[in-house]
Every structure is written in structure tokens, then in C-alpha cells.
């Protein structure tokens, strides 16, 4: 049997939204200087990797990630891949989360109870989001042979809904997976099938603790 692709799947480094936990989905919030150092240490993490391809969401936060570890990579094709994008939090975009909750109380429950089934006023649903990121996923490798190694940097809410696929998790239970900033997955795609290998890997960060999760 040929070798699956492998993909490193990660989440771009710290922003000033992030650390002040405010809704970012769509709005463009560059790195902060906390989150270019987490960039530069997943770019070490990465550098033996194989890489052949480096796709990236259009948003500045993970194309500047992508584009400091494609600094250690320079031989190889940055891509912009526009449906890694983060997931359209419509009218909620922007706010504080704090404020949110207290504000949209109704909203929060219904986002509780039953997150699959929720539309941002204005914006996505995570089945949205899953469908248009796995479908990267499947277009993507397409261009590329077995045994190929590709890195994608994207964002929590894109990179939550890839994982609970290729995990076979309902999207109601995708508070199971965490996504912290820089975090490195590690996917295979053999065929049609997606499996994961390493879970949100942050030891590269911390080398003491979040050594990674054994999917």
C-alpha cells in the first residue's frame, strides 16, 4: 500500500485579540509580539520536517505564521488557501467574550446545548466550516503524491471542525479538542480517509507540559 500524506495541521500564534479573549473570526489581527515568538518556535519545531507545500488562510495571523516557518522552508510553494479561512462569527465578530455572554444570553445557552445546529446572526455554522475546510483538505492533496508531507496554518474554529472529521466526533461534542495558539496537529490522508496522530501539540512552547495528546 502506498504511504499516506502527511499533514502538519496548525493553529497561527498569539494575538492581542486573543490574549484580551475577543471574537476574531473574520476581522484581519496581525500577530502580537507573544505570537511571533510562538511562530518562531513552531517554525524550529517543523524545520527537519520534509515539508513540499505550505498552504495558509488568507488572514494576516496565519500567514504570518506560515510565512516565518516557510522562512525555514524557503524552496518550497507558500499557497494561500482561502477556505482555511477562520469561521464568519457575523455580528459577534469583535466583541469581548466576557460581554458577550452576558449580553446574548439566549444565544450562549443555544450554543451550549446544541453548537452544530447554531448560525452566527450573520455568519457560519461549524457544519459549514467543516464542510469547506475538509474540503481543502481533499483538493489540496490532491497535488501531491503519497508520503508527501504539507503543513497547513489556519485557526481554532477551522481546525477544531478537521479534527472531530477525521476523529469521527459529532461537531456537538467539539469541546472535547483544544486548539491553543501554535498548536501543531499531525494528520495522515490515505485515500479518502483522514486519521490523526498528535493532538494539539504545544511542546515546543512549554517543553515541560502540553507534550502533545496521542490521538
Same mark, same amino acid.
Given at each position: 500500500? !502506498?504511504?499516506?500524506?502527511?499533514?502538519?495541521?496548525?493553529?497561527?500564534?498569539?494575538?492581542? %485579540?486573543?490574549?484580551?479573549?475577543?471574537?476574531?473570526?473574520?476581522? $484581519?489581527?496581525?500577530?502580537?509580539?507573544?505570537?511571533?515568538?510562538?511562530?518562531?518556535?513552531? /517554525?524550529? @519545531?517543523?524545520?527537519?520536517?520534509?515539508?513540499? @507545500?505550505?498552504?495558509?488562510?488568507?488572514?494576516?495571523? /496565519?500567514?504570518?505564521?506560515?510565512?516565518?516557518?516557510?522562512?525555514?522552508?524557503?524552496?518550497?510553494?507558500?499557497?494561500?488557501?482561502?477556505?482555511?479561512?477562520?469561521? &464568519?462569527?457575523?455580528?459577534?465578530?469583535?466583541? &469581548?467574550?466576557? /460581554? %458577550?455572554?452576558?449580553?446574548?444570553? $439566549?444565544?450562549?445557552?443555544? %450554543?451550549?446545548?446544541?453548537? !452544530?445546529?447554531?448560525?452566527?446572526?450573520?455568519?457560519?455554522?461549524? @457544519?459549514?466550516?467543516?464542510?469547506?475546510?475538509?474540503?481543502?483538505?481533499?483538493?489540496?492533496?490532491? $497535488?501531491? !503524491?503519497?508520503?508527501?508531507?504539507?503543513?497547513?496554518?489556519?485557526?481554532?474554529?477551522?481546525?477544531?471542525?478537521?479534527?472531530?472529521?477525521?476523529?469521527?466526533?459529532?461537531?456537538?461534542?467539539?469541546?472535547?479538542?483544544?486548539?491553543?495558539? !501554535? @498548536?501543531?496537529?499531525?494528520?495522515?490522508?490515505?485515500?479518502?480517509?483522514?486519521?490523526? &496522530?498528535?493532538?494539539?501539540?504545544?511542546?515546543?512552547?512549554?517543553?515541560?507540559?502540553?507534550?502533545?495528546?496521542?490521538?
Amino acid at each position: 500500500m !502506498a504511504p499516506p500524506i502527511r499533514i502538519l495541521l496548525i493553529r497561527h500564534g498569539e494575538t492581542e %485579540w486573543n490574549r484580551l479573549h475577543r471574537f476574531q473570526g473574520r476581522s $484581519d489581527v496581525p500577530l502580537n509580539e507573544m505570537g511571533i515568538a510562538q511562530a518562531r518556535a513552531l /517554525a524550529g @519545531a517543523v524545520q527537519s520536517e520534509p515539508l513540499v @507545500a505550505i498552504y495558509s488562510s488568507p488572514l494576516s495571523r /496565519a500567514l504570518e505564521t506560515a510565512r516565518i516557518i516557510h522562512g525555514l522552508h524557503p524552496g518550497i510553494p507558500l499557497v494561500i488557501e482561502g477556505e482555511l479561512v477562520e469561521m &464568519d462569527l457575523g455580528s459577534f465578530d469583535g466583541m &469581548d467574550a466576557g /460581554a %458577550w455572554a452576558s449580553k446574548h444570553p $439566549d444565544f450562549l445557552r443555544a %450554543w451550549q446545548e446544541d453548537p !452544530a445546529g447554531v448560525r452566527m446572526p450573520g455568519g457560519e455554522t461549524l @457544519a459549514e466550516v467543516q464542510s469547506r475546510a475538509v474540503r481543502a483538505i481533499h483538493r489540496v492533496t490532491r $497535488d501531491h !503524491a503519497p508520503g508527501d508531507h504539507l503543513l497547513l496554518s489556519s485557526h481554532n474554529f477551522v481546525n477544531l471542525t478537521i479534527l472531530c472529521h477525521a476523529m469521527e466526533i459529532p461537531l456537538s461534542r467539539f469541546r472535547k479538542i483544544r486548539q491553543g495558539t !501554535a @498548536a501543531l496537529n499531525r494528520l495522515w490522508k490515505q485515500g479518502d480517509g483522514l486519521g490523526v &496522530d498528535v493532538l494539539d501539540d504545544r511542546s515546543h512552547l512549554q517543553p515541560s507540559r502540553n507534550a502533545g495528546v496521542k490521538a
